[in-house]
Structure formats: structure tokens, C-alpha cells
Nanobody, 122 residues
Framework: QVQLVESGGGLVQAGGSLRLSCAASGRTFSNSAMGWFRRAPGKEREFVAAITRTGRNPVYADSVKGRFTISRDNAKNTVCLQMNSLKPEDTAVYYC???????????????WGQGTQVTVSS
């Protein structure tokens, strides 16, 4: 099992940047694919980005390609999401999650953090 805690959210103006971090505890982290999802008010949970156990071949939603970068450091038990050129439509609660294998489907992720709020003003 693994416990996940997100941090780094906040209020930022459109065009700005934020870096989200997810700290993991538990020995299974290095064996897990990691993903970032978000949920905006009134909308369903949306896939953002995911990364394999080794950190190769990350996958991004079309809406964030070229703006967001996912990375991980297994030695530090962390996964990050660098968000640049933020838009008001990026406003959401962002969650990190762990899965047995890389997937864009939230149903494949067994462990979730509590989420961190990202608000982008126009």
C-alpha cells in the first residue's frame, strides 16, 4: 500500500506557473505507475498525465500537452507536475494516484491523495 499527499496548489493568474508535488510513503511506490487527475466544479474527474514505473514515455491529455510536464524521482518517493501557461480552465482540484500499470482510466488507480486546489484567475 501507499499513501499520497499532494502539495503546491494555489492561486495564480492566467499565464503563470505552478509545480505540484506528490509525496508518497510505502515501499510500493517505485513499483507503481503514477498519474495526475483533476476535477473541476460541476465536471467529472479528468485525466491529466501519467508516468510509468521507470519514468519513461509519459502520457498527457491533449488539453495540457506542451504546457504540463510529469516527472518522478523514485529515490525520493515523489512525483511532480510542472504546470506552465496556466489557463482559467485548468482550475480544479488536482489529485495524484498510483496504479499497477500506466493508464488514463481513473478506475485503474488504487491509491489517491486528498487533492490540492489550483485556481487560475483570468
Amino acid at each position: 500500500q501507499v499513501q499520497l499527499v499532494e502539495s503546491g496548489g494555489g492561486l495564480v493568474q492566467a499565464g503563470g506557473s505552478l509545480r505540484l508535488s506528490c509525496a508518497a510513503s510505502g515501499r510500493t511506490f517505485s513499483n507503481s505507475a503514477m498519474g495526475w487527475f483533476r476535477r473541476a466544479p460541476g465536471k467529472e474527474r479528468e485525466f491529466v498525465a501519467a508516468i510509468t514505473r521507470t519514468g519513461r514515455n509519459p502520457v498527457y491529455a491533449d488539453s495540457v500537452k506542451g504546457r504540463f510536464t510529469i516527472s518522478r524521482d523514485n529515490a525520493k518517493n515523489t512525483v511532480c507536475l510542472q504546470m506552465n501557461s496556466l489557463k482559467p480552465e485548468d482550475t480544479a482540484v488536482y489529485y495524484c494516484a498510483a496504479a499497477a500499470g500506466l493508464s488514463t482510466d481513473y478506475r485503474q488507480y488504487a491509491y489517491w491523495g486528498q487533492g490540492t486546489q489550483v485556481t487560475v484567475s483570468s
